[in-house]
Every structure is written in C-alpha cells, then in structure tokens.
C-alpha cells in the first residue's frame, strides 16, 4: 500500500488546511476543509473528476495537513498558504490593474487630498473610479468647489508664503495659516459627501463660480468650471434609477466551463455604476464555492472593501463575513432572489460568461507564452527540474562609475515584480561586469538556507545576461559555495545563443520558440531594470554634483531641493517664489540658485 493510503486512513475529522506536493516536493495545491478525512480522501476516490483535478492527482506525489481550531482559521491559513507558495492548481489571482481611489487624510489638522492605487489604513477613500469621469478630473473639481489642498507640503506652525494654488483660487492656503481649522474642516466635510456621490450643491458653487468668473473677466477660469460641470453632466447619467443612492456594493460572479473560469467585477458607489472589470483564472481545479472564496480573499487583499458583496448562491456568506470581520471589515454578502440587485448579478454573469467564451484562446496563448514555455525549455536544456522560479541578473555601468546590479523573477513564465531586487556593487573596483556579477550573485546566494530564504526563495533556474565568460564567472561562485541544485545559464544577446555549464557549445533555441521569447523577455526586462536603476542613481549623483557647486547650498538644502523637484530641469525651470517653497530656501539663496543656472546657460 501507497504512503499516500497510508495517510488518508490517518486523517483527523477536524477542520484545517491540506498541502499537496509533486515527485520534487513542490507544493502544487493548497486547500481548506471543515473536515480534512472527508475532503481529502475524495481526490482519491475512484469518481468522476474534471480534467483538470484529474491532472493534479496525477502529480501528486505526497500530502501533509495543518489542524486549526475552526474552519475560519483554515479560511485565513489557506489564504496566507496560497500568497507564499503560489501553487500552480490554486486560483492565483494576477491582479496588476488596481483602482484609482481618492483619499483624504483624515488624521491631519488641515486634511489634503490625493490619488493612490494603495490602501492602507491612515485615511478615508472614495471610489474606485473607472471611466466617464478621471480621478484627475474629480480632484480638480474638489478643489475648484470646495477649496481643499491637493499638494501633500509639511503645515507647521511657522507660516509659509502661498504658493500659486492659493493665487489661482484652488487652495485656501492652510500652509500660511489664511484659514482657520474649523472652516478648513468644514470645506473637507462638504468634499467629502461630494465625493461620496451628492452631486447637488457642487453643481450649484461651480455655476456660482463659473458666473463670477466670467463677470471678473477670468475666462480661463470660468471655462474650467464650465467644463467641470459637463463632467458633472456625464456622472450623473451613469447613476441607475432603480437603484438606492445608498448602496455601495461589487457585484461578484464566479463562472467556470470546466477548464478555466472568469470573474466579473462591477462596482457600484452611491448608486452609480462605476464599471467593471474581468478576471481570467486559470489553472484552478477547486469547486465554485472554494473558487469564488479564495478570488475573493485575494481581490480585497489590494482593493478597498464596499459596504456590500451582491453575489452567487454557492458563497460561503457566513465563513466570509466571519473572516472579513476579523480582518476588521463589516461587510454584508448578499445572495438576492429577485429586484434590482438580482439584475445587477443576472448582468455581472452575462459578462463573466461572455469574457469566459471570448477569452479562451488569450488564456491558451498566455499559457504557451508562460508555463508551456517553462516546460519546453526544461526539455531543450535538460534542467533538472521545472523552471517555476527564473532569477536573471545584469550589470549595468558607465565607465565603471555606479555600478549597479539587477535581479528579476518569473514565477510560471511571468513577471512577479515584487520580487525583483536591485544591488550596488560595493567591492569591484572599475569596469569589470564579471567580478560585479561575481559579487551579485555571491550576495544572493548567501541567503540560502538562512531565515532569509523565507523572503528570497530558492530560485529553480539562474540566467545571466552575457555569454560563455559571464558564465564561466557565476559557475566559479557556484563551486566556491557548494551549489550544485539550481541549474545555470547565460543568454548571449547578439545570436541568441544559450551557454549551460554540461558542454562547450551553445544551444540554439529557434527564434520562434516560446522557450527562447521566454528566456528573451526575461533578459530584456533584467536589463530595462539595471539601467534605470544606474539611470536614477547617476543623476542624482549629477544632481546633487551641481548642486554643492551653489554657495550657501549645504548638504541638508540639497537633500530637500532634489526631494521636491527630482530633476536638475525642474529646479533650472524653477521661478523663485517655488524655490522658496523648499524648507529652509529663503528670498536670497533662491534668487542666488536661479543667478547660479542662468550663469551656467550663457
């Protein structure tokens, strides 16, 4: 008998969380249970099973499981198991398209207001906003209306002198102490219920505006706020009648053909609808209430959550609302029969359901282009193993002056930007990319087997950006550390030639391979990252090099003038009143720093 039919006869009845591994001890699945016996044993049973759970059991080569105290612990766990291994049978959802929201700053004396894609826990948001009306647009119509700052300047005791926005009639000048609190917050309180979706009193102030404008002869300003108003105009027709102006709600379904499965997302703020959004989820062979949970878990994982979730009749409603509750969001899951919010969920298939038909052969080609690729090149360059996780590294300098180092990450074929790192080359004297791709990889590396393994996980495949002699170089400190377990070659740019340590000659991949596009896009994006790194460090190294040649300009006032411009073009275009809006510029030296780039240009 299997180790594996040993196992099943040892499953507890209890609730928890159970980890599928293949041959090499990857984990593949993650899945939760109210009870583990039951769930676990009935991906061995001898039923029928889609094809795609057919295809899992058939990797698996060895269980574990982790016992929780109640089936919502095993909720948050499997959650907290899917983001750290990404388990290629897992739904793993690739959401690189987050909302822009606005955000008031509430904790602050005088709030200000901004657009983010973050959301954190130190303000209030409004939104998401996806078309008919920018978040750009929406921020200016805040200001112009209610006189709220829109700049994120330090407000100190000190007074400062007001910059253009208070000139121009968009900000009451907090920062120079012009306004009172009480008024300010009261001008953050109507802001706030406009965004919050009453429309009716902003309508009111900009044609109040737009007609004092025009009377003062500002007619630049008086067509902004005529415009304003036809944005206005454009909002207001994507509110739904039927609809309570109260309900803030996603309207979430969930379906799948079998193969693969799509998520439609619309959003509804105020009454309004907002828009939507489509989710192609590939590769996941749970059921749709299992499904729908963990899309959910990791869609408001990077997305504000609404007072409201409008979905499908599998839910897990309560085990959700349990769950978000410990996560400190009251939010109500609702499962309607039939009204308005029965529509809006009929509507949400009907896009999941055309997105799944229209989508299908995106997903197919996204797949030969990503994991099919990793696969093929397993095969061609006869690695010892599935390259889940590809490192590449580049070096990129001038002269040997910044010397910097790059590290991205493909996860299945993909980018997976939050792993990317950067290095600074701290031991190598001048040009020389072998020894700084020496020190490089030699630093990473180290960090095997230590705790910091945990946030650098052991790449599968390292790729160099060079030819036979980079390498020759990586394979010497891959001796030197006794690394025999991660596979190693290098991609030599101008014949797309790939070297491997087990023979003297390349590999020649044809061009039109997905493997070698792979291994392309890889080495490309390794090389866009080393330049721009060398790019921001080298002009700040120039920046702060022009800077120090300003009299009274020390090294405090410099920190501060390239904090607020960023580029030398921006401070050489800069008039004296902005100088003097940098901490710590006054009249003199601002007149001085504007006398010292005119000089420079006759």
């Known amino acids: 008998m299997s180790v594996i039919q040993e196992k099943l006869k040892?499953?507890?009845?209890?609730?928890g969380v159970y980890i599928m591994l293949d041959a090499e001890g990857i984990v593949i699945y993650v899945g939760k249970a109210k009870v583990l016996k039951n769930r676990v044993r009935q991906y061995f049973h001898s039923s029928p099973k889609q094809e795609k759970v057919m295809a899992m059991v058939a990797n698996i080569a060895d269980f574990y499981y982790i016992i929780t105290k109640t089936e919502i612990d095993?909720?948050?766990?499997?959650?907290?198991?899917?983001k750290k291994y990404k388990p290629k049978y897992n739904i793993l959802l690739k959401d690189d398209k987050t909302y822009p929201y606005i955000k008031v700053y509430t904790k602050e004396e005088f709030p200000h207001f901004v657009i983010t894609r973050k959301i954190s826990k130190d303000g209030k948001y409004f939104g998401p906003f996806m078309g008919g009306i920018s978040c750009k647009d929406l921020l200016e119509i805040v200001s112009m209306?209610?006189?709220?700052?829109?700049?994120?300047?330090?407000?100190t005791r000190e007074p400062k002198k007001p910059c253009l926005a208070y000139h121009i009639h968009r900000c009451p000048?907090?920062?120079?102490?012009?306004?009172?609190?009480?008024v300010y917050a009261l001008n953050v309180k109507r802001a706030m219920e406009f965004l919050g979706g009453d429309y009716r009193e902003v309508e009111e102030l900009l044609q109040e505006k737009m007609a004092f404008y025009a009377e003062h002869e500002e007619f630049e300003l008086a067509m902004s706020c005529r415009d304003k108003l036809a944005m206005l105009s454009k909002l207001k027709l994507k509110?739904?009648?039927?609809?309570?102006?109260?309900?803030?709600?996603d309207i979430i379904s969930y379906r799948t053909n079998g193969l693969y499965s799509a998520v439609n997302v619309l959003l509804v703020r105020s009454g309004i609808m907002q828009g939507g959004m489509n989710y192609a989820l590939?590769?996941?062979?749970?059921?749709?209430?299992?499904?729908?949970?963990?899309?959910?878990?990791?869609?408001?994982?990077?997305?504000?959550a609404p007072e409201e979730i409008i979905t499908e009749s599998y839910c897990e409603t309560d085990l959700l609302k349990c769950f978000f509750e410990g996560q400190k969001k009251s939010i109500d899951i609702t499962v309607p029969s039939q009204g308005v919010k029965k529509q809006l969920l009929d509507m949400a298939r009907k896009n999941a359901e055309d997105y799944l038909t229209k989508a299908i052969e995106k997903i197919k080609h996204k797949d030969d282009m990503t994991q099919n690729a990793c696969r093929h090149l397993q095969e061609l360059l006869r690695l010892k193993r599935y390259p889940k996780r590809m490192e590449c590294y580049d070096i990129s300098n001038i002269s040997g002056?910044?010397?910097?180092?790059?590290?991205?990450?493909?996860?299945?074929?993909?980018?997976?930007?939050?792993?990317?790192?950067?290095?600074?080359?701290?031991t190598v004297e001048g040009a020389n990319d072998f020894a700084s791709l020496q020190e490089v990889l030699e630093r990473r590396l180290s960090k095997l087997g230590t705790e910091e393994q945990e946030r650098f996980m052991k790449p599968d495949l390292i790729v160099i950006d060079g030819g036979k002699g980079q390498l020759s170089a990586v394979k010497e400190i891959f001796d030197e550390m006794g690394i025999d377990d991660i596979d190693l070659i290098s991609l030599a740019k101008q014949e797309e030639e790939v070297f491997v340590t087990f023979q003297d000659q390349p590999v020649i991949i044809e061009r039109r391979d997905y493997a070698l596009r792979l291994l392309q896009r890889i080495r490309d994006e390794s090389h866009r990252f080393a330049i721009t790194y060398f790019r921001t460090l080298h002009s700040k190294r120039?920046?702060?090099?022009?800077?120090?040649?300003?009299?009274?300009?020390?090294?405090?006032?410099?920190?501060a003038l390239m904090a607020h411009f960023g580029t030398l073009d921006r401070i050489k275009r800069a008039t004296v009143d902005e100088l003097k809006e940098v901490e710590g510029i006054g009249d003199a030296l601002a007149n001085v720093i504007q006398q010292h780039f005119k000089e420079r240009e006759e």
């Open 542 to 559: 120039n920046l702060e090099s022009v800077l120090s040649e300003i009299e009274g300009v020390g090294k405090k006032k410099r920190m």
């Open 282 to 304: 590939e590769d996941a062979v749970m059921n749709e209430e299992d499904a729908l949970s963990a899309f959910l878990l990791q869609y408001y994982a990077h997305h504000e």
């Open 173 to 182: 000048a907090p920062c120079a102490r012009l306004i009172e609190p009480e």
């Open 74 to 82: 095993a909720l948050a766990l499997e959650n907290n198991l899917i």
């Open 10 to 15: 040892l499953l507890p009845d209890s609730p």
């Open 401 to 426: 002056v910044d010397k910097v180092g790059s590290m991205v990450v493909f996860t299945d074929g993909e980018a997976d930007k939050t792993e990317y790192r950067r290095f600074r080359i701290k």
């Open 145 to 155: 209306a209610y006189n709220v700052r829109t700049c994120q300047t330090s407000i």
């Open 239 to 249: 509110r739904i009648t039927s609809i309570n102006r109260d309900i803030n709600a």
